[in-house]
Structures are given as structure tokens and as C-alpha cells.
């Protein structure tokens, strides 16, 4: 459900979106608008402040799957304050997410998050990540924590203590790994991973990697003797 209002050259738009699975998530912002009746003309002004508010508590998979999906999943139950600042151009968020008994699939990898517990805060141009924890499908687990900037050029690092936890798990291969690595992205958007990774158990299925891949051809024979 969404209204909105226009006054003073402001448009408020409040905004609400409720599940079956128990999400309430509610969105109030102020936006600077450009208006005017005849011609009829409606336009967001990016330089001028801004002002609103966003809160969601309850299951966070609704609203993953809503605006992301695709071939990973996020569940679990989210808690978020965020206040909205800035100008509609270069917007600025405040606040703090926390996400408990969370889980997330990969598909294409078999990666398998459970028991996610993380925490963040919103610091105008960064996210810290004060807190991150998980454990696979087995007995493996992984902690972490690091910051990354939300400016358009910024980068970022994330510090991950892996404990016999399964990086991998497809019909091509598992691995289990233990050992202590750097997740850093740069400003131009690569990312380098360091740090040293003991692989405790490896499987690579060799047939599904090479399955059979004989390609066909239609052949004509031309002027050939009866």
C-alpha cells in the first residue's frame, strides 16, 4: 500500500508492505519535486534535501524475494531502523539492520548458510559489519566482521575465520576449508581475496565436469558415384 500527497513543493509518500509470514515493513519520505498542473510536469529536484524513514520487522525473505530472488535465497527474521537523509542525488542512511536465525542458498555453488546471526550499522557513507557468524549444512562454521563504503568509488573489506566449513557443495565438487582470509574490494569494483585456506576435505566428481560433449554435424555428399 502506498499514498502519497503533494504540498509546497514536497511530495510525502508513506508506504507499507505486510506477509503472511508475518513482515511489516513501513517506508515515510519526503522527496523535493518539481510540480506544476498545465503542463502537467512532476520531478524529482536531486540537489534539494530530502527526509524520511524506513522500519521492517519479521521474516526478510519476502522482501528478498521481491526485489532480488534470482538463484540465491535469504531468510530470517530482520529487525531495521533506518532514517534517510541527504538529497535525492547523493542520499544518505543512518541506522542499524540485525538479522537472526537467518539462512542463504547458493545455487549455482551449494553454498548453505544457517543459524545466520549479523549485525549492521549504517553510517552515512559506510556499513560496518560488527558482527557475522553462520554454519553449513554440517558441523562448519564461519565468523567475520569488516566495513564497507557505500560512496560511489569507495571499497570495502570483509575478515572471514572459516572453521571446516563447506565452501562448496555441487554435483561438480564439495570442499570443506579452515583458515583465515581478507575479502577487500577496491574502488575501481575488483575484489582480492588473501589469506591462507586449508582445504580438510575435497571431492571433484570428474564425470559430471567432462560429461559426454560430442557434437553432431549433418553431412551432404555431393557428386558421389552410384
Known amino acids: ?70 538463484e540465491r535465497t535469504l531468510g530470517g527474521k530482520l529487525s531495521a531502523k ?9 542520499p544518505k542512511l543512518t541506522g542499524r539492520a540485525d538479522l537472526t536465525d537467518g539462512l542463504f542458498d547458493d545455487y549455482a555453488t551449494g553454498l548453505k548458510l544457517r543459524q545466520v546471526s549479523l549485525g549492521a550499522a549504517l553510517n552515512t557513507d559506510s556499513v560496518s559489519i560488527d558482527r557475522f557468524s553462520a554454519s553449513d549444512s554440517g558441523k562448519g ?36 576449508a579452515t583458515g583465515l582470509v581478507t575479502l577487500t574490494r577496491a574502488a575501481d569494483g575488483k575484489a582480492k581475496l588473501a589469506g591462507t585456506l586449508n582445504i580438510d576435505r575435497g571431492e571433484v566428481n570428474a564425470a559430471a565436469r567432462t560429461g559426454p560433449n560430442i557434437p553432431t554435424m549433418e553431412v551432404v555428399e555431393k557428386n558421389r558415384p552410384f
Open 141 to 176: 562454521k564461519v565468523t567475520g566482521s569488516g566495513q564497507v563504503s557505500l560512496l560511489r568509488d569507495g571499497g570495502g573489506d570483509l575478515i572471514l575465520n572459516l572453521m571446516g566449513f563447506r565452501l562448496i557443495d555441487n554435483d561438480t565438487a564439495q570442499a570443506d
Open 1 to 70: 500500500q502506498i499514498k502519497g500527497q503533494l504540498q509546497g513543493g514536497r511530495l510525502q509518500l508513506a508506504a507499507q508492505l505486510s506477509s503472511e509470514q508475518g513482515l511489516m515493513s513501513t517506508a515515510d519520505v519526503t522527496l523535493p519535486v518539481d510540480a506544476s498542473a498545465a503542463p502537467f510536469k512532476l520531478a524529482v529536484v536531486k540537489d534539494r534535501p530530502l527526509q524520511g524513514d524506513f522500519q521492517a520487522e519479521g521474516q526478510i525473505q519476502p522482501l528478498w524475494d521481491l526485489f532480488l530472488g534470482g
Open 82 to 90: 533506518i532514517a534517510i537523509g541527504g538529497t535525492a542525488g547523493d
